[in-house]
């Protein structure tokens, strides 16, 4: 699921009353109890809130609310040169090497190459790539979501306030506080009301 089509929605114009946004990057597959609390207190301030997460899988129930979007990465973050190589590489490369051997060789010794060939392949994929990948991880997907933040249109439209809520989502939070400087933004999951950063503002 990614953003509803904001076609014919004009961003509100400069000293018209508008309604509080706030921006909430969430990039566990499963979201903490907080943070899905969090963002149901942010929609009963009355924001407009963007939720940036990797699935939207587990967040059905908040995605059915007025004045929710969400916006996913998993999809691009599958497609990063990184995985792809990783996959061509480690998994489908030796599953397609292991296929022709079974072939070549018959009967059980075939299907005892290709558990073996699976079970190195889940083994390196667990215990040393993804390792590797945590590392930089954040900063992929900091990528990813900055390519596509035209569909944020945080320019035209400014969010009051931008929450990081866990440690994969830092990277992206901290890019955006800096090119947002004016916006409050925090790792905290009990920021402060909406009304008094727009009172502020």
Do not use: C
Request: aromatic share 4%; hydrophobic share 45%.
């Amino acid at each position: 699921m990614t953003f509803d089509d904001a076609a014919g929605k004009q961003p509100p114009t400069a000293g018209a009353s508008r309604t509080p946004r706030a921006l909430l990057l969430a990039f566990n597959h499963k979201p903490h109890e907080k943070v899905v609390a969090l963002a149901e207190r942010l929609l009963d301030e009355g924001a407009r809130l963007d939720v940036v997460v990797l699935s939207d899988t587990n967040w059905a129930d908040l995605a059915g609310r007025p004045n929710v979007r969400l916006f996913t990465l998993g999809a691009a973050e599958k497609r990063h040169p990184l995985l792809r190589t990783e996959r061509i590489v480690v998994t489908s490369g030796p599953r397609r090497v292991a296929r022709g051997l079974s072939r070549l060789a018959g009967g059980g010794t075939a299907s005892g190459l290709s558990r073996r060939q699976e079970r190195l392949s889940r083994a390196f994929h667990k215990r040393v790539f993804m390792k590797a990948y945590s590392n930089v991880r954040p900063l992929v997907l900091s990528r990813l979501a900055d390519k596509r933040l035209s569909e944020l249109d945080l320019e035209r439209d400014p969010v009051d306030l931008i929450v990081a809520s866990d440690a994969l989502s830092i990277t992206l939070g901290w890019r955006l506080a800096r090119r947002f400087p004016n916006v409050v933004a925090t790792t905290s999951l009990d920021p402060p009301p909406l009304a008094q950063l727009t009172a502020a503002a």
